[in-house]
Each structure stands twice: as C-alpha cells, then as structure tokens.
C-alpha cells in the first residue's frame, strides 16, 4: 500500500483564488511527521509548511496553511490567493519513526498546480 | 555559498563511464540524504547519512557508491550505470531536532546514461 497518495495529478487555479491539494497518508506510528514541498521547473525542492502528530493546531506559513485531519488520515494544503508564481508540482511527504533515528521522508507522487491569469 | 549545492547540475554519461556527483551543505546540518526522482514515480529515498555514518541504504544497487567524508559534503560515485539510471539526483540536508526537522534540498543533477 502506497504510504502518501495524492490523487490529483493536475490543478488548476485562477490567480487570487484559494486551491487545496489533497494528500492522504497510511501510517501504524503514533508520532509522525507531515510535510509538504514545492518544485518549480528549476528542479530544487522548496519547503514550505510541517504539521507534527501531534500538534492540535493546524499549521500555518504565510498563504500557506495544512488542513490536518487525523482521524482521516489526510494532510491537505492549501493556498491562498494564488499566485503565477505559485505554478508548480506539490509533493506531500511524511516522516515516521519518530525518536527511532530514522531520517527518510516517504513522499507522494505530486500533483501539478498551474496558476491562470 | 548558501544552502545545498550541487554540481554539476547536468551529467551525460555512457554506461562504462565513472563519475562523481558531489553535494555541499552551508548550512551546519548533520544529516545528509540521496534522493531519486525518476518520471512518472516519487521520489525515492536512496541514503541517509547522520554525522557521516550511513544510516539508511534502499537496497540501492552497488553501482552508486555514496561517500561522507564530513558531515558538509556527501558524494554518489556512479559506475557502469544503466539508461533506465537517468533521473534526477537530489541531495538534501538536515539538523537533527526531532520529526519536525524539514529537509533543505539542493537544485539536483539531471543524469542522463546513454
């Protein structure tokens, strides 16, 4: 079983307008780690937002926020008043085995964001 | 330099060829990763390195050859590599917090084995 699936391969979004990107995760670990990544064409992967197992909150950076919903098993972000700059692919990503000393990140298959004037 | 560099940033190679892609964090991270990003799949972990010893390898075949000399630099020494080998290569960093120690990552090398 895949561990992050996100099932939109492409979005659009007209600029100004709110998107969600849907990521849902399969996990047996009590403490994990939820992060999401931007990659432009240029290849480098951005950081942008992490939301921790155990955080009541959920997470906000700037236009960014995580919609954390753990009974569901999903993580999914979303941006606010889009920008062109934001076109892009998103990767969700989780890290388990907190306190284990394991250091991988598991990510998705990305979802591509394209951005209309 | 700031960040995580990579070079070279593009890499063709013929499958008997040796060569090296080298990986250089500015950051004082103590974790260093190798990362696949072949199309149409994830990414794919390859090595994890933690204070320069290999934490974790993805039954990665012997033909990528990781090296950490220090924990600012790790290399992925390539050799008899095969086409379905190019993809792109992302190294990435980090310091060591808790789980919610986010991963910099480099702006990769794009191989291409002929």
């Known amino acids: 079983a895949q561990k992050i699936t996100q099932t939109q391969p492409g979005m659009f979004v007209q600029e100004k307008e709110a998107v969600t990107l849907d990521c849902t995760y399969d996990?047996?670990?009590?403490?994990?780690?939820l992060f999401w990544y931007k990659q432009p064409s240029s290849g480098e992967m951005i950081f942008l937002i992490y939301?921790?197992?155990?955080?009541?909150q959920n997470a906000t950076e700037g236009r960014y926020s995580l919609n954390f919903q753990k009974a569901r098993k999903s993580a999914n972000l979303v941006i606010s008043a889009s920008q062109l700059g934001d076109s892009a692919m998103y990767f969700c990503?989780?890290?388990?085995?907190?306190?284990?000393?394991?250091?991988?990140?598991?990510f998705g298959s990305g979802t591509r964001l394209q951005v209309q004037p | 330099e700031t960040g995580v560099t990579q070079t070279p940033r593009h890499l063709v190679m013929g499958m008997t060829n040796k060569k090296s892609l080298k990986c250089e964090q500015h950051?004082?991270?103590?974790?260093m990763y190798w990362y696949k990003q072949s199309a149409k799949k994830p990414l794919e972990l390859m090595f994890v390195?933690?204070?320069?010893?290999?934490?974790e390898n993805n039954s990665v075949p012997s033909r990528f050859s990781p090296e950490c000399p220090n924990s600012s630099h790790l290399f992925l020494h390539l050799h008899t590599l095969q086409p379905e080998d190019s993809a792109l290569y992302l190294c990435?960093?980090?310091?060591?917090?808790?789980?919610?120690?986010?991963?910099?990552f480099g702006p990769g090398t794009r191989l291409t084995v002929l």
């Open positions: 990435a960093s980090s310091q060591e917090r808790g789980s919610g120690d986010e991963q910099f």
């Open positions: 996990t047996s670990d009590q403490s994990y780690g």
């Open positions: 939301q921790g197992s155990y955080d009541e």
């Open positions: 990503a989780m890290r388990e085995g907190a306190g284990t000393g394991r250091r991988a990140l598991t």
């Open positions: 950051l004082g991270h103590n974790a």
């Open positions: 390195y933690n204070f320069k010893e290999q934490t």
